[in-house]
């Protein structure tokens, strides 16, 4: 993996492009590879222009272990580029106040002035990873849940339940929402449960999963806190 490679121009160090680009002109060149696994030897050191571009190889298992070594040295990798370090923006920043209004952001009330500034610059800095719709939630494949369920567990399906005007209004609206973000998908699955709705602080309606019956053929993991 190419992103665990220092490299040196003619003693001074090298830059790297915003394509995850390495490249430098000079005849003199210096690689210094870093002890981490999986790095090829296969680099163009002819005269001239010299890249080297930025991949993952090897099989699944490989890749993550390259990528969390990474992490641990402070390397740019696929899944945490460069842009991912960041200092905090400068507090006379003039769109902070502007955009944690539009983000309808709430702080609580028992921190001091300074404290919710810190907490402002914070968000600020990294409002790009802060959504504002469903559909501006990106898909992530860095966690995998699973339920296991017992040795020939029948499978638990849920009768229909008949829900009032308000809630099938919510239902008709948000799950569209959440199926065209892909956060849900149709299932033919045997398995299912049932859901019912609470009402939230603002009076707005909140849904809950009752998942009580598919409990009964879980296998659960107990973690005793000791």
Not at 17 to 33: A, H, I, S
Not at 75 to 103: E, H, M, N
Not at 146 to 172: G, M
């Amino acid at each position: 993996m190419v992103n665990a490679l220092e490299f040196k121009e003619g003693g001074r160090a090298g830059t790297r492009r915003k394509d995850n680009m390495l490249e430098f002109q000079d005849d003199e060149r210096v690689f210094d590879e870093v002890e981490a696994p999986g790095i090829p030897e296969e680099y163009n050191k002819g005269n001239g222009a010299c890249m080297a571009e930025l991949q993952v190889f090897g099989d699944e298992a490989e890749a993550a272990e390259i990528e969390a070594y990474g992490r641990i040295l402070e390397f740019p990798t696929a899944r945490w580029p460069p842009s991912y370090r960041r200092q905090l923006i400068d507090s006379s920043a003039i769109g902070i106040p502007t955009w944690f209004v539009s983000a309808k952001i709430a702080l609580g009330e028992q921190l001091t002035e300074e404290q919710k500034w810190t907490v402002k610059q914070l968000l600020f800095t990294w409002k790009d990873i802060f959504a504002s719709s469903l559909e501006e939630m990106p898909i992530t494949d860095l966690v995998e849940h699973r339920i296991p369920v017992y040795p020939r567990s029948w499978s638990i399906h849920a009768k229909e339940k008949i829900y009032t005007w308000e809630e099938q209004d919510w239902l008709d609206k948000h799950l569209l929402e959440m199926e065209k973000a892909v956060i849900i998908a149709r299932s033919e699955s045997p398995w299912s449960h049932c859901t019912k709705f609470v009402y939230k602080k603002d009076s707005g309606l909140q849904m809950v999963h009752m998942f009580f019956l598919i409990n009964q053929a879980t296998i659960l993991s107990n973690y005793p806190m000791k």
